[in-house]
């Protein structure tokens, strides 16, 4: 079964403030349409610390599960920036920058990489090198986090027109689909030059989904029969690799660039690297200077990049772990109002669904996020789960390096409350 996209729209501002409140209101709009039917952990040595209650109310935990882009760098991490090493990066001078360019090339298995403030601006870049000359053309997923989370800057600042293939629930696309949107007869005047294939790894929207090696290696082959580059947005690879249990590199040998996210799993603060050819970091070099990504003396943040690829890789696995428990949990709940696919749980983002109609997406969200009527009584302390209605009427979690065991385990006490709150509730509606 193939999901395609017409329209999202998602004000995920309204989601953040309102949650931030402790509810998240059940008139926010939220409008998805035209979807298809479709290894120590010393960061937090201690429990999260409760938010603050009330005198004489018992206290209040808050699960944030809305993103991995929410993790904050604990203290090893702000002592490594706040002792970098430091020099000015845009004359080339910076030693911290300089060390993790050179680590996260030797990762990817990769010439050279280069250092860049965000995942969008390196995608963008990424597509500004490959596609040089305006009216050039890139191929991606439908539901690519590039084609749909990136304000299509690639059409806007480069110049550069995109074409789409379907995302299949794993992530994948058809073979065939892709060689049928590789444009032929260049110079002809009536159409774009093809020259890029972007692939997503793990998948965002697809729910965190591995893309298999062999797919990898047929797109790969199939695009340099073309003349065509091979971009991978591999903002999560470090969780595919984990997965899979081999070296990025190992999955990295089937693309020419890649841009992997540091501010994510990894827990740093800001940051992504960009790797390729020596050829093609030098051209992106410039790129990144007229969007603005020349930074002076940035080893404070490489300090903490360092030290993410090289401690905190291995630990993606406990965010694996607890993303299952959690998506057992929901199988199990009595009484039933869950449902997932536990194949499709394969690294920290996890999508499910409610049975009952009558619950949307975005009151289950509201009602985790909320400490609803004897809530206290029954679970001990008032716990806010904070997740995302997500496209296809669906709910998302992901998690991360601040969320524990002994956080999920609260989630999923929160999760079977609300299921036998909402069951409780039902009769009363007829």
Same mark, same amino acid.
């Given at each position: ?50 938010? $603050?209650?009330?005198? &004489? ?15 904050? $760098? ?42 860049? $403030? ?16 305006? &009216? ?34 794993d992530g994948t696309f058809r073979l065939d689909e892709l060689e049928s949107k590789i444009r032929h007869g260049y110079p002809d005047p009536h159409y774009p030059r093809s020259r890029l294939v972007c692939v997503e790894n793990t998948h965002n929207i697809q729910g965190g989904r591995v893309l298999p090696l062999s797919f990898l290696q047929e797109v790969h082959v199939l695009a340099e029969r073309y003349g065509l580059a091979v971009h991978m947005d591999g903002a999560r690879v470090m969780n595919a690799a984990v997965t899979l249990g081999v070296p990025p590199a190992t999955i990295l040998q089937h693309t020419h660039t890649v841009s992997v996210c540091l501010s994510k799993g990894l827990g740093a603060p ?21 969007? &603005?990504? *020349?930074?002076?003396?940035? *080893? ?81 302390? *008032? ?8 496209? *296809? ?38």
């Open positions: 079964m193939t999901m395609s996209l017409k329209t999202i729209t998602f004000s995920a501002r309204a989601v953040f403030q309102s949650v931030n409140r402790g509810v998240i209101a059940p008139q926010q709009q939220l409008r998805i349409a035209g979807l298809g039917k479709g290894t120590v952990r010393f960061y937090y040595g201690t429990a999260k610390p409760t938010d $603050p209650a009330p005198a &004489g109310s018992a206290p209040c935990r808050t699960v944030d599960l809305r993103s991995d882009t929410v993790t904050k $760098p604990g203290a090893a991490m702000r002592q490594a920036m706040a002792e970098a090493e430091v020099g000015d990066d845009v004359f080339g001078e910076d030693p911290t920058i300089n060390e993790l360019q050179h680590m996260a090339a030797g990762m990817f298995g990769m010439e050279a990489a280069l250092f860049v $403030p965000s995942g969008t601006m390196s995608n963008l870049i990424a597509v500004m090198v490959h596609c040089r000359e305006r &009216g050039d053309e890139m191929i991606v997923g439908d539901l690519s986090h590039l084609h749909i989370y990136e304000q299509g800057g690639s059409a806007q600042l480069a110049g550069v027109h995109a074409t789409t293939v379907t995302n299949l629930p800001v940051g992504t690297m960009l790797g390729g050819p020596s050829d093609f970091v030098s051209r992106a070099v410039r790129c990144r200077k007229a969007l &603005g990504g *020349g930074l002076r003396q940035a *080893g404070v943040l490489a300090a903490a990049g360092r030290l993410a690829l090289g401690d905190m890789v291995a630990r993606l696995e406990e965010d694996h772990h607890h993303a299952r428990t959690f998506a057992q949990a929901l199988l199990e709940c009595q009484p039933p109002l869950y449902h997932v696919d536990m194949a499709t749980v394969e690294t920290n983002i996890l999508r499910f669904r409610l049975r009952d109609p009558t619950l949307t997406p975005v009151e289950f969200c509201a009602r985790m996020a909320a400490v609803g009527e004897g809530e206290e009584a029954a679970l001990g302390q *008032g716990v806010r789960v904070l997740m995302f209605p997500h496209v *296809g009427g669906s709910v998302r979690a992901v998690w991360h390096l601040g969320v524990s065991l002994e956080d999920t385990q609260l989630a999923v006490r929160k999760l079977q409350f609300v299921a036998r709150q909402h069951s409780q509730e039902r009769p009363s509606a007829h």
